[in-house]
């Protein structure tokens, strides 16, 4: 049995590949499918087939994916290409009578107002109406969100954003990923879609109270109205769109609909999902190596 994996040479795509050589899959029997292969290397290397599989080139797809039974759809970055692309995707796996169609969806996505989800539900509609027969895996926030800009958060004291009082039931990419190659290696008997997050949801407030006390400084979350927040990302150099998405997801934060208390995540991992804490001392531990 082969099992694919697009975008695996992506910050989820590794770990996923990762985490199916972690439970056993002989890595001949994995795929990692990737526009680019030259940066897979490291995969080869391992023995792990490297195929190109260009989103936008569907002549790669029905190479990519010869002789596969299992497939994983990481969701494309592009969102002016994102569904021409998830449609060579889709049909691509018709065409070879993929056996099990996985996709990383949005946490609520049939009903989740955020600006992302939309090319979302449209995709597990997609995926859906092909017949295949599939696992939906919507994904809620990645810890990591919070760990990239720990450095400026601390020595300003203060993190921004415009998620009052909502909570975030995020979790790392590692417990996604792990969730990810469980159900690629033994999948449900019927169609299933799985509402993933953490075990332990946070508000944007305890989440400045974690980062200061393990600082050993004062950070606090400061609740800014919807423009001023992308003011103040769009100051710091993000660009205006890039800013809007982030305070829409915030937003929503705000609506309850990064939260989930379906367990979902933890069934699939077979263990808690990774705390908050662990995951923020892991991030200043490296960025701590890198200064």
């Given at each position: ?26 890595a ?74 996985a996709?990383?969806?949005a ?10 989800a939309?090319?979302?539900r ?12 599939h ?24 993190l921004p ?47 400045a ?16 109205p ?27 934060v ?13 069934r ?11 995951v923020l001392?892991?991030?200043?531990m ?6």
């Amino acid at each position: 049995m082969t099992i694919a994996v697009t975008g695996a040479t992506g910050q989820l795509g590794r770990r996923v590949v990762a985490a199916l050589l972690a439970q056993g899959v002989p890595a001949d029997g994995i795929v990692a499918a990737v526009r680019d292969p030259a940066r897979a290397a490291e995969f080869a290397e391992h023995g792990v087939q490297v195929r190109q599989a260009d989103y936008d080139r569907p002549e790669t797809l029905a190479t990519a994916f010869a002789d596969v039974r299992r497939l994983l759809l990481i969701s494309a970055n592009d969102p002016s290409r994102r569904m021409t692309q998830h449609l060579h995707v889709v049909s691509a796996a018709v065409d070879h009578a993929v056996e099990l169609f996985a996709y990383t969806s949005a946490l609520h996505a049939q009903r989740n107002p955020m600006l992302i989800a939309a090319d979302h539900r449209a995709t597990e509609l997609l995926i859906a109406e092909s017949g295949l027969r599939h696992v939906v895996l919507r994904n809620g926030w990645y810890t990591e969100n919070y760990t990239q800009n720990l450095a400026e958060v601390t020595s300003s004291g203060v993190l921004p954003g415009c998620a009052r009082d909502g909570e975030i039931a995020a979790a790392p990419r590692a417990d996604y990923a792990a969730a990810a190659a469980a159900v690629l290696t033994d999948p449900p008997a019927d169609d299933t879609i799985y509402e993933l997050g953490g075990d332990e949801p946070f508000t944007m407030a305890q989440l400045a109270d974690e980062i200061g006390r393990q600082a050993g400084s004062q950070v606090v979350y400061q609740d800014l109205p919807v423009r001023e927040y992308v003011a103040t990302l769009a100051g710091q150099g993000m660009p205006e769109p890039q800013a809007m998405l982030i305070a829409d997801s915030d937003l929503n934060v705000a609506r309850g609909y990064l939260t989930t208390d379906s367990g979902d995540l933890r069934r699939l991992l077979g263990r808690p999902t990774t705390p908050l804490a662990e995951v923020l001392a892991a991030a200043q531990m490296v960025q701590g190596q890198g200064e």
